[in-house]
């Protein structure tokens, strides 16, 4: 019964998360997490802040911004911060959409977006990707009159544009908000964080939880002109000016600090990802050109449910969605190499290689 429930939510499709198994140990490579623990400066600098825990956090985030702030040569004032991009990407959508006109995403992409859409009663253009997956940008911008949403890497194809076509795209919408969400960006893809000085409609969100290994402490942030961040401390500040607790603010700026350890998982990721991707083909697989933490395949003589379903009774998670052109589609995480070895030798019984 939905008796007390709103109008809102009464007829809500929600976004569902991977799974998170709790009934057996699995090897999880459904939810894009970072195989590696986080950088060994973030526990120290939890333990301190534990100390202050009696008191609310900052609400401007300050010690945290400044630490972004310096890693893209901006200052705090072209940066925010919240419990998590998913939040981030929900007070955008809220600062900056409108019913009136329809913002533009593709067909094919991080489906939070078509949930906030609904949820906040918006409206949507939603663009056919090519039948390769890849991003027709002249179809995106025809027609888009209320500001576009472009996940670079794309979630879950792991495709991506390079930044020179993602800035014409912003150069060629100056009455709209361009969201760039770069969750995924460090594995291979480039940022287009450090022009956010340079156009006043460039919106960039990123995320601690992937190439950072804190999905477990829910931050993200994002990074635009200043009175874009004012719009999102207005939606903020409406709803819960604590989002971002201190345990939150003192971990993520630690590991944000630690460039060099940053730098050598993410290139751990990307070893084991064109590694897996060239076994994965030499099982069979067609494999799509990825710039982020997983791949995105299909085999031609299987279905993608059956293979899911292998895996999963073999102890292995992976993503599918039961839609339309990606239903024998899984997304897999990248792993550790002993994760992915486990991987292929199943891959390798369910197809009899």
């Not at 459904?30 to 400066?41: C, D, G, I, L, V």
């Not at 025809?142 to 150069?171: F, H, K, M, S, Y």
């Not at 770069?182 to 460039?202: I, M, Q, T």
Request: with cysteine; hydrophobic share 40%.
């Amino acid at each position: 019964m939905k008796e007390f429930w709103s109008g809102r939510i009464r007829d809500m499709v929600p976004y569902v998360p991977g799974e998170q198994p709790k009934d057996r140990k699995f090897i999880k490579l459904n939810t894009n997490e970072n195989p590696y623990p986080p950088s060994p400066q973030v526990e120290p600098a939890i333990r301190e802040a534990v100390e202050s825990l009696r008191l609310y956090p900052d609400p401007e985030c300050a010690a945290l911004r400044q630490v972004i702030a310096a890693r893209y040569g901006l200052t705090p004032a072209h940066v925010f911060c919240g419990n998590g991009s998913d939040e981030v990407l929900s007070f955008a959508f809220q600062a900056f959409f409108d019913k009136a006109k329809p913002v533009t995403f593709p067909d094919i992409t991080y489906t939070f977006y078509a949930v906030y859409v609904k949820y906040l009663d918006l409206t949507a253009r939603v663009v056919p990707l090519s039948e390769d997956f890849s991003l027709p940008v002249e179809a995106l911008l025809e027609g888009a009159v209320g500001g576009l949403v472009i996940a670079n890497p794309n979630a879950p194809t792991g495709q991506t544009l390079p930044a020179e076509t993602v800035l014409d795209i912003v150069r060629r919408c100056p009455g709209q908000v361009v969201l760039v969400d770069e969750a995924y960006v460090d594995f291979g893809a480039e940022s287009v964080a450090r022009w956010v000085g340079d156009y006043p409609n460039l919106l960039v969100v990123q995320t601690a939880s992937k190439s950072r290994s804190l999905a477990g402490l829910r931050v993200g942030w994002a990074l635009g002109d200043p009175d874009l961040i004012q719009g999102l401390q207005c939606v903020r500040d409406s709803i819960n000016s604590y989002t971002v607790d201190r345990l939150a603010v003192a971990g993520a700026a630690a590991a944000i600090a630690d460039e060099d350890y940053f730098a050598s998982t993410c290139q751990a990721i990307v070893r084991t990802r064109e590694e897996t991707a060239h076994r994965l083909r030499a099982l069979g697989f067609q494999v799509g050109d990825s710039r982020a933490n997983f791949l995105f395949v299909r085999h031609p003589d299987f279905p993608g449910k059956a293979l899911f379903d292998g895996l999963r009774e073999r102890g292995i998670l992976v993503r599918r969605w039961d839609l339309p052109r990606i239903g024998d589609h899984l997304r897999i995480s990248i792993g550790t190499e002993g994760e992915m070895d486990a991987l292929c030798r199943a891959l390798g019984e369910l197809t009899g290689r």
